[in-house]
């Protein structure tokens, strides 16, 4: 792990991240301190609500069977008692952090069948979008589709890949590789219309439905070199999406990859720019 604790937390305040970094054990992980009133237990409701809607419509339906098969969303989550029936269904669980938590620790837990879930909640001024993940995009965009086999072993295998990537220097690559297909990626299976199944999506009311149906997204297929070059940025929508034609090709591209020469040619070069990709 590169950074520490107390380095993490300073520079989190200093960018107005909004969770309290100072009680962070070494692996980034917080008590979850199941103290919600009334009104952020109202907020979720009414976030899962009308973001439900949307989902049945916009959503790829490896990420709808797992809401299914998850439920849980009447209350905010208490995270023992979900992580006791993730571990059953899939052997995963879920961890309480203060937010945004810097990648290499991030890909750890992912690598250990564990994800990182942040423990507060956006306010209600927020219901649309928010800049930083909180509880409803880590819970809500990720979660249930940890309840699928297949899923749920990719999630893994991309933190144990992204180890390797980091140790060669690839960390912004990888970054981007995440972004792009777990946070803002979007499938089009032969046949089939558009969906969308990246967890910045799902938890987003008014990216979803421009990530998805807007003529002014700006949709690219899937090429997983390009994907690791192209920047982005967390606190707007997103420039460029990045469209796959199934999971499986994910993962073929991920098993076949030579991470190494990737790594190799672009390490150091300034990022593509999402726009033009
Ligand atoms: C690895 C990459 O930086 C990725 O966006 C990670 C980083 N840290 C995170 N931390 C939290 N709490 N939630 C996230 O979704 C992420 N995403
Ligand atoms: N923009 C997402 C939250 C998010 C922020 C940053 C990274 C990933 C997700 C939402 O509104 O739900
Ligand atoms: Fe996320």
Not at 69 to 75: I, K, P, S
Not at 243 to 253: E, H, I, K
């Amino acid at each position: 792990m590169t950074m520490s604790v107390a380095d993490y937390a300073r520079e989190c305040a200093a960018q107005g991240l909004r969770g309290d970094y100072s009680v962070c054990r070494a692996d980034f992980t917080v008590a979850q301190g199941y103290d919600y009133s009334a009104d952020e237990q109202a907020v979720w409701r009414t976030l899962c609500d009308r973001q439900t809607k949307l989902t049945r419509k916009l959503a790829h339906h490896s990420y709808l069977d797992g809401v299914a098969e998850l439920g849980l969303l009447d209350q905010i989550p208490d995270f023992g008692a979900v992580s006791e029936k993730l571990r059953k269904l899939t052997g995963w669980e879920i961890v309480a952090v203060p937010g945004l938590i810097p990648a290499a620790p991030f890909f750890d837990h992912l690598a250990h069948r564990r994800f990182p879930v942040t423990n507060w909640l956006r306010t209600r001024q927020e219901l649309d979008y928010i800049v930083e993940p909180d509880m409803f995009h880590d819970f809500f965009g990720h979660v249930p589709a940890l309840t699928q086999p297949v899923f749920a072993d990719f999630m893994q295998m991309y933190g144990e890949r992204a180890e390797d990537v980091i140790a060669l220097g690839g960390d912004e690559m990888i970054t981007r590789l995440y972004w792009y297909t777990a946070e803002y990626g979007l499938m089009q299976e032969a046949g089939q219309p558009l969906k969308a199944f990246g967890a910045g999506l799902m938890s987003s009311f008014t990216e979803l439905q421009f990530a998805v149906e807007s003529r002014d997204a700006h949709h690219v297929a899937f090429d997983l070199e390009t994907v690791m070059r192209t920047g982005y940025e967390i606190d707007k929508f997103q420039r460029a999406y990045f469209v796959l034609p199934s999971f499986d090709a994910l993962r073929d591209a991920f098993q076949t990859a030579d991470m190494a020469a990737i790594v190799g040619r672009n390490k150091g070069k300034p990022a593509l720019d999402p726009a033009t990709v």
